[in-house]
């Protein structure tokens, strides 16, 4: 009987060895269990190569403000396991989420004593997540994919709408070499029936989307053609945007986030919005919703004095996006913490650290996987021009990069969710 908040917490912790086992056998069985609670609404599943969290909070944001009870499951969390499980912007209370884990666990236990397989973490944190939602009596549901999309846990609800943000190379042991492969995994979250809200995507990738699309009648809301980014500017503390959407166009969208990325995640999202509807949407309600999204470790402001932004960009693109948005905050000597998990593209990522930091220190997280931060260094030392050093801890890290800041310096942590999380709970 689980009680209390550490009981909970313990419970997820005893599936982390099982690692990553793509399927949807384990979590649909265990829904069936349940009653398959993922039935009880209707379902935005999101996924992408980057941008899911922005977008699913952008989504989320968008349809609180028509009225509707909105749920969101997003992965991993920053500082709190609850900020996995949202509810209209807020994240579940801890009260919540130990009763979230104990309706679960019972059918948990009874399917891995019957069948012998133990469910994954993540396919755990799924059915938490879908049989939380239904018990909220939530009206829809925005849900982050984990990894690819066909085989991904996630997966076993039937989303009215599909959204992909973009695809590149990740995950290749996983979800393919090439980008078509990777693409075939990602589209794999429609069914016939649904809208498929595609982002910006490489040639290659696309033709695998239509193709697919074609065969199962799934209907396609493009980026750039059916709905499209008009005029932007700078404004105080993020943008003012102009999206043209299928139904109606929204005029001067303030948009409180950083990055020209995050232009299109916006665009995006509106897309996805108006799919689910099958309309125009108030303009009042989408200014109020995009004004109040909030996605923390993404060019957050965990600082001032002195100036600490975090970021979990994880892959090669991210880690240009991030740096392409550091405009906005003037003119600075950076000094980078970087710390990366060691299944990612690290030597892709990293010579976008010298195209502006003025210094670089490796780290490390406390996971199993983890890169070294010795290793880290050894590899930027070879692909760098400004000094790296090794710290076995992200508060060695921090503390470190403090006393390399000159007059003008601000410090930016970068590589990993994990790793924007760490440090976020030492800043705040």
Request: proline share 4%; aromatic share 6%; glycine share 10%.
């Amino acid at each position: 009987m689980i009680e209390t908040h550490a009981e909970a917490l313990a419970y997820l912790d005893s599936h982390i060895g099982y690692g990553i086992r793509p399927g949807l056998t384990r979590t649909a069985d265990v829904l069936a269990m349940m009653g398959d609670p993922q039935n009880d609404y209707r379902i935005i599943l999101v996924t992408g190569s980057n941008g899911k969290t922005s977008t699913t909070r952008l989504l989320s944001s968008l349809l609180t403000a028509h009225g509707l009870r909105v749920g969101s499951f997003t992965s991993p969390h920053l500082e709190r396991i609850e900020e996995r499980f949202g509810l209209d912007n807020e994240s579940a209370d801890p009260d919540e989420f130990v009763q979230a884990v104990a309706d679960v666990a019972v059918f948990a236990d009874l399917y891995e004593a019957k069948t012998g397989e133990s469910l994954t973490y993540f396919e755990l944190t799924t059915v938490i997540a879908y049989a939380f939602f239904a018990a909220q009596a939530v009206d829809v549901a925005v849900v982050e994919v984990g990894m690819g999309g066909r085989l991904d846990a996630t997966n076993v609800a039937d989303a009215d709408v599909a959204v992909i943000t973009g695809i590149s190379l990740e995950h290749t042991d996983v979800l393919g070499e090439t980008l078509g492969e990777i693409a075939t995994e990602k589209v794999g979250i429609t069914r016939s029936g649904a809208v498929l809200m595609e982002g910006p995507l490489p040639q290659e990738a696309r033709d695998v989307v239509i193709a697919h699309c074609e065969a199962n009648g799934v209907q396609r809301v493009t980026f750039g053609v059916d709905v499209t980014l008009g005029e932007f500017a700078p404004a105080v503390g993020g943008w003012l945007v102009t999206v043209e959407g299928v139904h109606a166009t929204y005029p001067d969208i303030f948009l409180p986030l950083h990055g020209d990325h995050q232009l299109v995640n916006l665009t995006v999202a509106i897309g996805a919005a108006e799919a689910f509807f099958g309309r125009a949407m108030p303009e009042d309600a989408v200014e109020e919703g995009i004004a109040a999204v909030t996605v923390p470790g993404r060019l957050e402001t965990v600082s001032i004095e002195p100036l600490v932004i975090i970021d979990g960009a994880h892959n090669p693109e991210g880690i240009e996006a991030a740096a392409a948005a550091l405009d906005a905050f003037g003119q600075r000597d950076w000094v980078v913490i970087f710390g990366a998990m060691a299944d990612k593209d690290v030597a892709a990522m990293i010579p976008t650290l010298g195209t502006f930091a003025n210094s670089v220190i490796t780290t490390a997280v406390d996971h199993e996987r983890a890169a070294d931060p010795t290793h880290l260094a050894e590899l930027a030392a070879t692909l760098l021009e400004v000094p790296v050093q090794a710290t076995a801890t992200t508060a060695e890290a921090l503390e470190l990069a403090r006393r390399q800041l000159g007059e003008n310096g601000a410090i930016l942590a970068i590589g990993s969710l994990y790793l924007a999380g760490d440090i976020r709970t030492q800043v705040l």
